[in-house]
């Protein structure tokens, strides 16, 4: 039993000596060096190669190394019996909750503007907005929106939020399916979404749905750039129905130069940061999966294939 590493990134190195100092006895090799194909049973990815994960004969788990699997669904070549699992892990969660409370508070208090003005030397005070003015909708209860549910509410926002299915978190509202959703979205002034993307998601934050929020809300996209229609979102700010967006994932990463994005004064872009798996908070699950599959146990973390996250 080995472990291989296959990412495109330059961070092979670091999972792998993190690896290595957590597990001396496991054998544990980056895709690109030579390695015994037979032996890998627990392939750890993040964005990989196609056709990367076709020659483990023996492989036994495809483990993402984030919250997200979109990647691996989207590779037509993954073999289709293998369990997936992906990270669960709090310090993702406090990481993408911090994020989403200073993109809010950003907002609010207008600081990006101040900035843009700063380097004009302009002096130019503008109204600001309180907590006690929105509710925020969290799109997605999961790991992460339930975490953004509990800290947004310990800084005394009102909380509102939308799954598939019911939840029991103190003093949030959860909307369940397609009959809540307008309801949820009515309430919704910042509209946070933290869905997987899957088929019944892929386009979601559409024209359709700007127009169900109050007016000038804001939208902060967190989960992935293929939520969004990009032209509706451009079409609902500058008709003046939403008041803008933060923006942290987009169709193609990184942003093409082109895309109006990069410019709009009411777009606030990052790149792909929002909350960023810790290595050393996330190894301890791996191997403990690891050790799961050695005993035949059942995996923590697996991902439901059906319904695709
Ligand atoms: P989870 O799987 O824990 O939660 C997903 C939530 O979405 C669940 O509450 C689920 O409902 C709900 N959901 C799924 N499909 C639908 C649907 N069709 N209608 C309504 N609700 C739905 O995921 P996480 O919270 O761990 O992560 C969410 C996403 O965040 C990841 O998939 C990833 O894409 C993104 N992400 C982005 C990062 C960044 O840096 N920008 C970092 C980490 C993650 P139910 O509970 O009823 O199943
Ligand atoms: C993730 C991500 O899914 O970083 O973990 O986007």
Not at 99 to 126: E, S
Not at 169 to 174: D, K
Request: aromatic share 8%.
């Amino acid at each position: 039993m080995a472990i291989v590493i296959i990412r495109q990134d330059n961070k092979i190195d670091s999972w792998k000596k993190a690896l290595k100092a957590n597990a001396p006895d496991i054998p544990i090799y980056s895709y690109l060096e030579e390695h015994p194909k037979e032996e890998i049973t627990l392939a750890c990815v993040w964005k990989q190669p196609v056709d990367s994960l076709t020659q483990y004969p023996n492989l036994k788990c495809i483990a993402s190394l984030g919250a997200g699997v979109d990647f691996i669904f989207k590779d037509q070549s993954v073999p289709e019996n293998i369990p997936i699992t992906r990270v669960v892990d709090p310090v993702l969660a406090s990481d993408m909750s911090e994020f989403v409370l200073a993109l809010i508070l950003n907002y609010f208090k207008n600081l990006n503007n101040y900035r843009t003005d700063q380097m004009k030397k302009v002096w130019y005070p503008q109204e600001y907005k309180r907590i006690s003015d929105v509710t925020v909708g969290i799109m997605g209860m999961g790991a992460l929106g339930e975490k953004l549910a509990e800290d947004l509410i310990k800084n005394r926002f009102e909380v509102i939020g939308w799954a598939t299915s019911p939840k029991n978190i103190p003093g949030v509202e959860v909307y369940n399916g397609d009959k809540e959703k307008n309801t949820f979205l009515s309430r919704s002034n910042i509209l946070v979404c933290l869905l997987p993307l899957t088929r019944q998601t892929t386009g979601i934050l559409n024209n359709k749905l700007f127009k169900e929020l109050p007016k000038q809300s804001y939208v902060i996209n967190v989960a992935r750039g293929g939520h969004l229609v990009d032209e509706d979102l451009l079409e609902y700010i500058n008709n003046g129905h939403l008041a803008g967006a933060g923006l942290d994932v987009f169709h193609e990463e990184p942003l093409s130069v082109e895309h109006p994005f990069w410019t709009h004064p009411k777009i606030h872009i990052t790149p792909h940061v929002a909350s960023v798996s810790d290595i050393e908070s996330v190894i301890p699950q791996l191997l403990e999966n690891y050790g799961r599959l050695k005993e035949g146990l059942p995996l923590n973390n697996a991902v439901n294939r059906e319904k695709g996250y």
